[in-house]
């Protein structure tokens, strides 16, 4: 068995270790892609506009800042060093190129075409160094109706059908809370990226990545997207209460108790009918899961909002049933099976100031992959990183 | 050539996080080998959602394990564990996600594959971590869910506990696998080594709230507030949100309340909106613009404001998206043939692999496999 409490593996032992990438990205799914690089053991350069650098710096949430830039961009871009350059000035971009030349990866999340007019693209950067793997994150690809929109999480939300998963039937969209796209977006993206590097160890050759927003939206859906493509092609209807996901039968979904809420996953009602002794629910057939779930959901909330959470728990839990607490953050925090996982890491700016972020959710040989460092501040590596390429003639 | 051409994958793993990583590592080029036992195989398999199913396997089966080749082997058995063993010695990557300690008592853990193929890469998926009390519960997507905090973001105030409707956990778990795999695979490739990549469900959940939690964790712990209606983020000032119209919905983004304030146009707006905090005051911000957005459908609103510049969406059902999406949309589906299908979520060289339409058969391959791998049929 892992032991959990080991953490933090000596950075030359990470998989990625002397993988050099450029960060071309702002804000979140680009960024996000080359933290998860960085915490794999890649060294990630950000290149990024003088004077403001990273959009993400001055998005300022909550108020919160660290060093002066936002505690968001720490969030995305602990563990990286920063280059100002202006990719519009012949001077700086020959830098870049020579830097370029010594990558294995880039990343970028500009609007489709600005790469070419910059001298950026794929073609031409793969003349450069035909090794390197160039990952591109739009908002819906290069083509189409929507390519011109803004490649935002939210908007992809409500283009892409998943605000009407969320909630009860009768309720309007309802966004996920976060930017859930975004992060996913990364996720594919570093995929992409990594399957190419292994690629590149038998073929000597770089590759193109393209990831967007709206497929990762389609992506996460794509269980029950292939039921709505193979079934009548209609919208799900979300449950009247309680929904967790449209395509679930009774009594999937959260139901309210005398002190809380808790959820209960699939489980047949004959069982559940036993355990909350309650025949009424009995009296609906297996078969009837699905087309009459709102009735049965109905009777199961009137019984399990009739005591504490605890109580059906160590009713539920011994017999197997699979339910659960509803958690919010200072309850799950404060559990056992948190600290269990000890998902929290303290990083530290340049300045002193410090702040407590997840860690990777990946584990290596059993070791948790951490990296104290805070975000770089704007142009902190630009004379450093510059320094190990050849100046422009 | 795809990236990962060559790369042999045996998939003990059922139901969504482990298979999905699977799947990927299928688009991006590998082999899949799916071990199932004799009884029922993958339990996916007879997990009905919606009442939906093509050949006797659930539509689900489909979509998830699409285009990998099936074996059943009973494990218990010497004649099933001889099997697998075999399977694993010219494996590249192991995917297992049975309860923490299964695999280890069923003697193929990751220290016992390793010996039998060096340099293997092996990836575990937990519901929760191989330690602590919540170890041995149920890994399932819901529960997780209901566990991580992740209920409280979405929905609006006095709503209670709203979760994300689809399966957020197993997706994202199973992405954050196939992430370790392939960063394993190249170091592989370079040094021989081996390595066991581990993640759960918490973790990647964890990871998906990773910029509310860093703010949370620092800020006093102040949580994040739904907002009365059309909350969409509770750390974010107005405009930030969705808004009813005339017809349909209006999902709008962050940006400055002026640049939204002149783009709507109504002078007596802006004086309404003058004095007012982006973030401290954004329910009251929100019911002066919803009394401007009510007037017109949305689909008007978002020509006009797009026009000028305004990040804003109208909300669509799938099958609006289908029809209006253009090519996004219908590369990643394929409607032709005996079963629809959902590609993969990124292009490599410019193209996007192309998914086959089903998943195999229980124990489909179970005889060509036993001839290739040279073991006996089970």
Known sequence: MTDLALSGLPRADLPLAGLRVLDFAQFLAGPVAALRLADLGAEVIKIERPGVGDLCRSMVVNDQRLDGDSLVFHTFNRGKKSVAADLKAPEDLARVKALIETADVMIHNFRPGVMERIGLDYETVQALNPRLVYGAVSGYGADGPWKDKPGQDLLVQSLSGIAWLNGNDGDGPVPTGFAMLDVATAGQLVQGILACLVRRGVSGKGGLVEVDLMSAAIDMTFEQFTCFLNDDAGQPRRHAQGNANPYQPAPYGVYETADGHMALAMAPLTTVADLLDCPEIAGFGQDQAFVRLDEIKAVVAGVLVTQPTQHWLDILEPAGLWCAPVLDWPGFVATEGFAALDPVQVIRTKGGREAKTSRCPIRIDGRMLRNPAGGPALGADTAAVFGTVPAPA | MRPLEGVTVVDFSQFLAGPYAALRLLDLGARVIKIENPDRGDLCRHHYVSETCVDGDSTLFHAINRGKESVTLDLKTEAGHAAARRLIERADVVIQNFRPGVIDRLGLGYEAAATLRPGLVYGSISGYGEAGEWAGLPGQDLLAQARSGVMWLSGNRGQGPVPVGLPIADIAAGACLAQGLLAALYRQAR????????????????????????????????????????????????????????????????????????????????????????????????????????????????????????????????????TEGGPAVTGMLHAGGELARVAAPFRIDGARPMPVARGPVLNEHGAALAREFGFDPV
């Open chain 2, 191 to 322: 040094t021989g080594e081996g390595t066991h990549v581990q993640t759960s469900l918490l973790e990647a959940l964890i990871d998906l709230q990773f910029e509310f939690l860093t703010t949370w964790l620092s800020n006093g712990q102040r949580p994040p507030e739904r907002l009365q209606h059309g909350s969409a983020h509770g750390y974010l000032a107005a405009p930030y949100g969705v808004y009813d119209t005339a017809e349909g919905h209006l999902a709008v983004a962050m940006m400055p309340l002026a640049t939204l304030s002149d783009a709507l146009d109504r002078p007596s707006l802006a004086a309404q909106l003058a004095g007012l905090e982006a973030f401290a005051d954004r329910e009251a911000i929100r019911e002066r613009l919803q009394e401007v957005l009510i007037t017109r459908p949305a689909a008007e609103w978002e020509a006009t404001l797009s026009a000028k510049g305004i990040w804003c969406a109208r909300v669509r059902s799938w099958a609006e998206m289908r």
